[in-house]
């Protein structure tokens, strides 16, 4: 059983700066597939960042150059660094992997952007 756990988000004020961390269950050094998505009121969920199965990283272009996905294998733990929030920034963010083509989520963590 994969499990995904979110941590951080809270309040932050516009223009500040966060990290969310996504602890797995598993190992993650072997999988390519994962990723950070997140999902306003009333709107679908969106990809925000992904590290693809050809070894790169992908970006929503509205979180290009302020948003960082990295990983950390030793820890089974993906982080997503996120700068320069804006309140339109605000959702529950849910972190994503694909694992012998099944997907499994995190609970997800809500972040609030005040302006």
């Known amino acids: 059983q994969v499990q995904l756990v979110e941590s951080g988000g809270g309040l932050v004020q516009a223009g500040e700066s966060s990290r969310l961390s996504c602890a797995a269950s598993i190992s993650m050094s072997s999988i390519n597939a994962m990723g950070w998505y997140r999902q306003a009121p009333g709107k679908q969920r969106e990809l925000v960042a992904e590290f693809t199965t050809r070894g790169s990283t992908n970006y929503a272009d509205s979180v290009k150059g302020r948003f960082t996905i990295s990983r950390d294998n030793a820890k089974n733990t993906m982080y997503l660094q996120m700068s320069s929030l804006k309140p339109e920034d605000t959702a529950v963010y849910y972190c994503?992997?694909?694992?012998?083509?099944?997907?499994?989520w995190g609970q997800g963590t809500q972040v609030t952007v005040s302006s």
């Open positions: 994503h992997l694909r694992l012998n083509w099944v997907d499994y």
